[in-house]
Structures are given as C-alpha cells and as structure tokens.
C-alpha cells in the first residue's frame, strides 16, 4: 500500500494462555511485507462495512484458525509513523482462554505459534509495546477483579489458582494471605470434589458466577 495522507483503522488482538507454568500469547508470522517472516499478534484492516469486534474477530480466523472467543477492548495505538505503509491507527483487544487453542496458520501469514510474554522475539511494528501493555492490563485486573478464573479450567485447587497468579504477576504470593484474601472476596466455592495427586488429596474450587467479579474496596493481591 502507497503512502498517503488517508487514515487507515486496524484492529489487533492479543490473546493470553498459561501454558507449561508461563503465560504465553499468540504470535503469527507474517507472509508479506512490511516485517515479511517476523513474528506479530493477529490483526489487519477493517473493512467500511463492518464492526471493529467484527473485524477483529475475522482477522483472528483468517490469521489463526480461532473463532468464537470473547475478547475486550484494550486500548487504541495512534502513535506517528507505527506502520511505514502510511498513518495507522489500530483498536487493540485482549482475551484469557484457559488453554492455548489449536492454531494454524490463514492465507496471509506462514505460522502461528504460542509464545513466552516474557521471553517475546522480535515482533512488527509497535506490537511489544501492545502485548506489554496487555500484560500490565491483565495484572491491574487480576488485583482487583477475578478475571483470573478464565486462565483456568472450572475445576481447579487453591494451590493452582495461586500458581496461576504468580506466574502472571512475577511475584510469589504468600499462601496464607493468598487464601484468605481470595476466600474472603466470595468469588469461588467448593465443588464437593477432591483432587487426587500424589501428595494429600486437596478440595476443588470453581469459580461462582453470580458473585460479583469487582473488588472495589480494596486491592486483592498482592
């Protein structure tokens, strides 16, 4: 595309999972230039007639096989000379699926693969100022809200659920504070089920879903 003094709308979408004790995103690789064979989070072009969620979520199958996910808005990317093919500015989304999904690579890109957020290759354009600024998203969120559970499976042990916090908050939590704070807030219960592992069989939780997800009052963790 030439350049020109047009404005042009993208949308971008960042999608976190834990994975092998890391919270990994999606990458693709791009097929054409510009950065042609280096890595980006799925994205494109809005067309005239459609939605920004519309976009972002054909763009996310078109790139990576994946469909029906709930993604949010994040943020919008306005920054000067972001994209060297003209003025660019993209509405980013985030979503947390609780298991990285089987992706493939679309028509436009060669691969697709999960990747560490702490560990990222070289990506397009602004794309890791997008993912960080993801991530910094998903803290804040995590320590006031219980966005968390959906980087979990429905069933899962207090001892996974703090696991998952500290893996996406780089922080060890203490486990007699973690439990009683996350108890506290009201936003899980027990399923009546037990874990059985190697060591002592541990109670179920999941999370409840009439409880209210916003912990205005106070801060949760750490």
Known sequence: MAKTSEVFVTVDIVIFALREDDLQ??????????FENTWAIPGGFVQPQESLEDAAARELYEETGIRNVHIEQLYTFGQLHRDPRGRMITVAYFALVPKPLAVQAGSDTTDA??????????????????????LKRLRYKLEYTAVGFQLLPL?????????????ILGEALDKRNFRRRILQAGVIEETGAMHMGDGRPAKLYHYRPSAVAEVKTRRLFP
């Not at 995103?25 to 510009?34: D, G, S, T, W």
């Not at 207090?158 to 893996?167: D, K, P, T």
């Open 25 to 34: 995103v999606l990458l693709i690789k791009r097929k054409y230039p510009p």
């Open 113 to 134: 693969q999960w990747k560490s957020v702490y560990d990222l290759p070289q990506t397009a354009f602004d794309h890791a100022e997008i993912v960080n600024y993801a």
């Open 155 to 167: 069933d899962f042990t207090l001892s996974e659920l703090q696991h998952a916090y500290e893996i």
